[in-house]
């Protein structure tokens, strides 16, 4: 009988010790675009490296998104560790109960976590479309980045702002469409905003001859000064196949956040991880090489996590008082 239970101690210890393991992992859902986009790049790298510098104690799931309206509205009720990306301005439209976020709540909880390289707007059409300039996109087949995404929005208000209201014939397809449907002539164009270079528009320049739209200075300045969250952007000549001179454009803020559901100790691990790592990571691909700690200002409306806050005093960085 002692035997027995001796033997039965050993078999509770056994199991008590997995148990401990499992309980010593954290999960972590990283949520930012379409599988076709930079930013679903940027998670699956930022979830590898997660669990390689948690040596697998923190074990991060990529899901692909539709883009940041879909990721902010799943922020305000989901609960556990969710880290996803969106323009600064997404969130204080939510927090507001502005279009698309009438009379939801939930969004107060929201917290930053670290800035992401930022949002580059990108006006693709094909290079035999005799559309070189904004302007012609005028009574045109355009698809402007998706229906009901930030770059939907971002594209309507740049026509907007530039006299083309009611002048270009949208054209409701996903994004993930929108290079196949510029190929078969079904459109002139596209809209999308990602950081660059984007994969999507660099396998289409490998198949099909494009050009990017730029924007003239006066139409540059018009958009900072009706928009200023937006800033120039300059995609340089080369970056994607066959366009070989540069391109003016505007970027946009992005930044990576999560919610209080997620405790002070997981946010601190995953930002100084971040942190320690976006060098190397920029040797894989350079669009991280221009985040910078000095630029957390760019999401100041909305506040940091606490853990967050306590990695960033603690490397020095200067916090404005809006996001303590």
């Not at 991060?60 to 902010?72: L, P």
């Not at 120039?232 to 919610?259: C, F, L, M, Q, S």
């Amino acid at each position: 009988m002692r035997r027995f239970f001796a033997h039965l101690a050993a078999v509770v210890f056994v199991v008590s010790l997995a148990a401990g393991a499992a309980q010593a992992q954290t999960r972590v859902t990283l949520k930012s675009a379409t599988a076709s986009s930079s930013y679903y790049v940027m998670m699956v790298q930022l979830g590898e490296t997660l669990r390689a510098e948690s040596k697998g104690q923190i074990q991060a799931t990529v899901e692909e998104s539709q883009g940041s309206v879909q990721n902010v509205k799943e922020a305000g009720r989901r609960p556990g560790n969710f880290v996803f990306t969106t323009p600064p301005s997404l969130l204080a439209a939510a927090r507001e109960g502005k279009k698309p976020f009438e009379g939801e709540k939930g969004y107060d909880a929201i917290r930053t976590l670290f800035v992401m390289p930022y949002v580059t707007v990108h006006f693709v059409v094909r290079a035999d479309s005799g559309v070189t300039r904004i302007e012609d996109l005028a009574g045109k087949d355009f698809i402007s980045g998706g229906h009901g995404t930030f770059c939907d929005g971002r594209t309507r208000t740049i026509l907007r702002l530039l006299g083309l209201d009611g002048k270009v014939n949208f054209v409701d397809v996903e994004l993930a469409s929108a290079a196949s449907a510029l190929q078969n002539r079904k459109v002139i164009g596209y809209a999308t905003c990602s950081s660059h270079p984007t994969p999507q528009v660099q396998e289409l320049a490998t198949t099909t001859p494009i050009r990017i739209l730029g924007f003239q200075p006066e139409q540059i300045d018009t958009l900072v000064k009706n928009d200023p969250s937006s800033s120039p952007i300059t995609i340089a000549k080369g970056t994607y196949k066959g366009v070989d001179e540069d391109v003016a454009t505007v970027g946009v803020p992005v930044g990576a956040y999560a919610t209080t559901h997620m405790d002070d100790a997981t946010a601190y691990a995953i930002v100084k991880d971040f942190w320690a790592n976006k060098n190397e990571m920029a040797k894989t691909n350079p669009w991280w090489a221009a985040v910078t700690p000095d630029l957390i200002g760019a999401l100041h409306n909305t506040k940091l996590h606490p853990g967050a806050l306590k990695y960033y005093k603690e490397a020095g960085v200067k916090i404005p008082a809006d996001m303590q």
